[in-house]
């Protein structure tokens, strides 16, 4: 660690895309050039992605090196495309992604998301896993909505798509060199070389690093934080001794050094969700430790195998994770048992410092697909997917008032094993009409076994051993058709099906019992339009989209302790729109702009959960549970009728590029912004945790020079420097943490 001192309606924008469609042949011959074809592999295949019966987003070149520019972590991707947010109360080392409003807000380090995270054609089920860095990537893609027949289990609400730039069989590299505010510097590079005639290697390498810029004003024991020293890792050796056969070995890296989440005790105005009055974001008063340490190591084999009317994949991987995270959970100093004086910022009811690591982790797959080859009416995969996983789990309570030491001690252990096959079908049934289907069956076992080694205070009896069980099968679907209007446009419909398999939670720091989740499904309907227009000066894309989960897991965090309890939901609703349209006015202006409209409810009159113990304002109604706890103090709610959890209901997204040719180069000038409405930080509501609006903008200013090869560019994240609460802690103080503040600097790129 280091330690030196502008609002579019997305229906106005249907009607509008519309009228442009139809206006569309009327219009003059484009200018030369035209926007790039998007190709994705969103159904195992390589496609044009307007041509795909699903909302899929792609973000690639430019846009993730812009994206970098701040060394900002996997969150950056927030709101880039529609319907995607991502949060954390980790910091770098464990993003929670939602998509369409689906999520798990659940901090345990087993706990499962709803949105799967696929790197190089291997899912990364564990959270710690889904952090790994941004770069030398040839492509991200977003997949909206249930991916249960291609993806499998625990992507009822989608899949985020990570794809490697892969070893080609030429000479090539880059180097990236950034420095900027808070003594960033961070440093990428690739160097890809070929190796004879039947092989190739490539070899990715980042480093992301930025001093401490907040100040504890208490000194110790924690002096400095929100530094880093993120280092990370790709080697891609690609050998094809036959015409028909490649392999693909890769083997990746992680190592994080640096804060865990900074919370900041009662930050938030009693009554309101403001800030409070003369908040500063670059200081603190704590008097708990404050460290993270993230190591991950994995590799995989990707074999493709051309049979002639058919090809044979096999993709093995295996993954493995050691972290540890320690914070001040209350975000302040002392306690109010120590007497006035001794206590703050605010009212600390009592002190808490805890930390979580993952000691010992491992995660095997293996994925046999077979795929048709042929370029007739149809066209086929089938495929066999085997998953292992086992983790233990320590769970550590400390006493900040006593000197920091330690007073609790709990363990869990989890076993994974899950299997499926699956297959589906695409049949052109017309030159204009096309049909897709699939089925997948899945297995997924769960073993659980929970300890609490050394009793906190606040849970001082030895209970014994907990364990559990789960097995749950499931079928999903999907079946989507698709019309041409022309041969740049066409409508689909698709219904789709998917589950997450049960979840098992068991902080016996926190609590004596386990909480087991059973499998939550959900069935979404989708219609849509894509084109491209203009003579591809334009490309548009628009959908609108319902869903129904019966039995969601949800995770009721907080309380009157820090403790997570999962529960089942009966039924929780969705709808929405989404769209994302690209425009080239001409050769020297790109514009994009994107957007969702989703609304969630939770519908479920017997659901209660225990609000908030730190006496923030409740909005829901509060019920008298029929066997109330002997000293509890945070109310019970029904929240029947709530939005989900970090679900805003309007996100956009706008950029706009123009470039001028300058002096043999080009000069280039980029803006990004987006926008996301206002967001409950847990199933119950309350004013003081609904976050509120926020909207974050960057700048780059850049020339290119050298026939593209290099690259000078200066820039500005968060660039009015907003600064919102995006999550909060609420069993203790009105207790948050908040969103990046503004970085700028300056980059450097060359490449050979």
């Not at 180097?175 to 440093?187: I, K």
């Not at 670059?282 to 190591?297: L, Y």
Request: charged share 20%; proline share 5%.
């Amino acid at each position: 660690m280091p330690q030196s001192n502008a609002v579019l309606h997305p229906i106005a924008a249907a009607v509008a895309l519309t009228l442009l469609h139809a206006g569309a042949s009327a219009q003059a011959p484009a200018a030369e050039g035209g926007l790039t074809t998007v190709t994705v592999t969103a159904e195992r295949r390589l496609e044009n992605i307007r041509d795909v019966p699903s909302a899929v987003s792609s973000l690639q070149g430019e846009t993730l090196e812009v994206l970098n520019s701040g060394g900002q972590d996997i969150r950056q991707l927030a709101g880039r495309v529609p319907s995607l947010n991502i949060e954390s109360s980790f910091g770098r080392a464990f993003p929670r992604f939602y998509i369409r409003g689906i999520g798990n807000t659940d901090f345990d380090l087993n706990a499962s998301q709803p949105v799967s995270l696929v790197f190089d054609d291997v899912v990364q089920e564990n959270p710690i896993l889904k952090g790994f860095p941004v770069f030398d990537l040839a492509s991200i893609e977003v997949l909206n909505g249930p991916r249960g027949t291609l993806f499998g289990r625990n992507s009822p609400a989608g899949v985020v798509r990570f794809e490697s730039a892969k070893p080609v069989r030429k000479f090539e590299a880059y180097g990236l060199a950034t420095v900027g505010s808070d003594r960033m510097f961070n440093l990428e590079g690739m160097v890809n070389a070929p190796l004879g005639d039947a092989a190739a290697l490539r070899v990715s390498l980042q480093s992301q690093n930025r001093d401490d810029w907040v100040r504890n004003t208490r000194g110790a024991p924690t002096a400095e934080l929100e530094g880093y020293n993120d280092n990370a890792a790709r080697v891609q050796l690609l050998v094809a001794p036959m015409k028909d056969l490649s392999v693909l070995l890769n083997v990746h890296a992680r190592d994080l050094k640096g804060s865990a989440r900074v919370f900041r005790a009662n930050i938030i105005k009693l009554g309101t969700n403001d800030l409070v009055d003369g908040f500063d974001p670059k200081k603190v008063s704590q008097d708990g430790i404050n460290s993270q340490d993230v190591r991950t190591m994995g590799g995989s084999v990707r074999l493709r195998w051309d049979l002639g009317a058919m090809a044979l994949s096999s993709i093995t991987g295996y993954e493995s994770v050691e972290s540890f995270s320690r914070g001040d959970i209350d975000g302040g100093f002392g306690a109010v048992f120590l007497g006035p004086g001794n206590f703050g910022p605010g009212f600390i009811p009592f002190d808490a410092e805890s930390a979580d690591g993952l000691p010992k982790h491992r995660q095997f797959t293996q994925e046999f697909r077979l795929e048709s080859t042929g370029k007739g009416a149809l066209q086929w995969i089938a495929g066999l997917y085997y998953f292992d996983e086992s983790l233990n789990i320590d769970s550590f309570n400390y006493s900040s008032v006593g000197g920091n030491t330690r007073n609790g001690y709990a363990t869990q252990q989890q076993d994974n094993t899950a299997w499926a096959v699956y297959g589906t079908v695409k049949l052109d049934v017309s030159d204009r009409v096309q049909l897709r289907g699939g089925l997948r069956y899945t297995k997924d076992e769960k073993d659980f076994v929970a300890d609490r080694i050394q009793a906190p205070p606040f849970s001082p009896t030895f209970i014994g051993r907990r364990t559990a069980t789960t097995s749950a099968t499931n079928t999903s679907a999907d079946f989507s058709a698709s019309y041409a209007l022309g041969k740049t446009s066409n409508v689909y419909a698709r219904v789709a099906t998917g589950f997450r398999a049960p979840s098992i939670q068991g902080r016996l720091l926190f609590g004596d019992t386990l909480s087991v989740a059973k499998s939550e499904t959900v069935t979404s309907y989708e219609a849509g339009y894509k084109a491209d227009l203009l003579n591809r000066r334009a490309r548009v894309a628009f959908n609108v989209f319902s869903y129904e989960i019966k039995d969601q897991q949800l995770t009721a965090v907080g309380g009157a302790a820090n403790f997570n309890q999962l529960v089942n939901a009966a039924k929780t609703t969705g709808n929405g729109a989404e769209f994302d349209v690209k425009l080239l006015p001409t050769d020297r202006l790109l514009l994009s702009l994107s957007g969702s409209i989703n609304k969630t409810k939770i519908k479920d009159p017997n659901l209660r959960v225990d609000a908030c113990g730190s006496g923030c304002t409740v909005l829901d109604p509060i019920v008298v549970p029929v066997n109330p706890a002997v000293g509890k103090f945070a109310p019970t709610v029904s929240i029947n009728g709530n939005s989900l959890p970090q679900a805003p209901e309007t996100t956009l997204a706008f950029t706009a590029r123009y470039s001028v040719p300058v002096a043999g180069g080009e000069l280039y000038v980029l803006t990004d912004w987006t926008y996301r409405s206002k967001i409950n930080f847990f199933l119950y509501e309350s004013v003081e945790f609904t976050g509120k609006p926020l909207t974050e903008g960057g700048l780059r200013v850049g020339y290119g020079f050298g026939n593209g090869k290099y690259e000078a560019a200066a820039f500005v994240r968060n660039l009015t420097n907003q600064v919102r609460a995006v999550g909060g802690i609420d069993f203790n103080n009105l207790t948050g943490f908040i969103n990046e503040p503004r970085t700028f600097g300056v980059s450097l790129k060359a490449s050979f």
